[in-house]
């Protein structure tokens, strides 16, 4: 059978950072995976992201976003049908960060995926500087999606003080046992994850997953959203004065990141902006599209930003 494993998390929360991580850790080991991975939104850029992942031992596959949940279970069947022949060692699969947990296990008790898949882990990324201050919504998914996972790692760790580290964990705990009646048993990883051994990567690979009963809220009708922008001529430091004024401007909603590639010079750059920082990276592939996501957009005040440019 084929192991699966299963990455959630928050939208910025770090999936992808994890992701390459985490492949990279199967691929030394000589095996030979398929990464499933589903954007938020109409135009999936986390796949260009993981573009340098592929090669003759792992292959990227995509589930098409903005579509409702009957289409997205279909349409994720089917890719995981068409992985399952092959001949993989392991699936990763990273949903968007709006995804109910139970979708996978309940795709992979239907048939014949039954029959060709095991879980090895069910992984929930979240932020170290995570705020208490979130929307109930954010709180809902940021607990839905803990409360079933075999381990939990903190991103971001080497850009906060410990203790608001600690604050993080021990917030993900109470809003966890306060969503789903049941304490958090998971092991939590705090470390950097550069620090991370293969030893490490070996236990959460095998740590499995942990399922809970919570209310089932805010399917199909999110407050978040995502927007698009084609074929922008800006310069690296433009994008980074317009990144940043998005991420603080509270007329915009609230944008959560920020992703996707510009042209300049002959040379793609990738962007990558959340709270935390706006990173600007040479690339040898792209598209020209940069996508913001986050929750109450306000599109008409998003779009005099990118028509100023």
């Avoid at 990763?92 to 995926?113: N, Y």
Wanted: with cysteine; glycine share 8%.
């Amino acid at each position: 059978m084929i192991t699966i494993d299963l990455i959630t998390g928050f939208l910025g929360s770090g999936k992808t950072t994890f992701l390459k991580r985490y492949a990279d850790y199967f691929l030394r080991q000589g095996q030979h995976i398929g990464l499933l991975v589903n954007d938020y939104g109409a135009v999936n850029v986390d796949r260009m992201l993981l573009q340098e992942l592929q090669g003759d031992y792992c292959d990227i596959e995509t589930v098409a976003g903005a579509c409702d949940a009957d289409c997205h279970r279909r349409r994720f069947k089917t890719k995981l049908i068409a992985m399952g022949m092959s001949g993989y060692d392991r699936v990763l699969v990273e949903p968007s960060g709006l995804f109910d947990t139970d979708e996978f296990f309940d795709t992979l008790r239907e048939a014949p995926l039954d029959d060709w898949y095991r879980i090895g882990a069910v992984l929930t990324i979240a932020e170290a500087g995570l705020s208490e201050e979130l929307s109930e919504e954010s709180v809902y998914w940021l607990a839905s999606q803990a409360s079933q996972a075999g381990t939990i790692l903190l991103s971001k760790t080497q850009l906060v003080p410990p203790e608001r580290t600690a604050a993080a964990e021990a917030y993900l705990r109470t809003v966890t046992e306060t969503f789903c009646g049941r304490p958090l048993t998971c092991p939590v990883i705090t470390r950097p994850w550069t620090e991370l051994t293969d030893a490490d990567f070996a236990s959460i690979a095998n740590s499995g997953f942990r399922q809970a009963d919570f209310i089932k809220r805010y399917q199909g009708h999110s407050s978040y959203g995502s927007l698009y922008y084609m074929n922008q001529t800006l310069t690296s430091q433009q994008l980074r004065a317009l990144a940043e004024a998005l991420l603080t401007d509270a007329a915009c909603g609230h944008v959560c990141r920020i992703k996707g590639y510009i042209r300049e010079q002959d040379t793609w750059i990738a962007c990558n902006a959340d709270s935390y920082a706006v990173t600007l990276e040479p690339a040898e592939q792209g598209q020209n599209i940069l996508l913001v996501i986050g929750e109450s957009l306000q599109k008409p005040v998003i779009d005099r930003y990118f028509q100023a440019l």
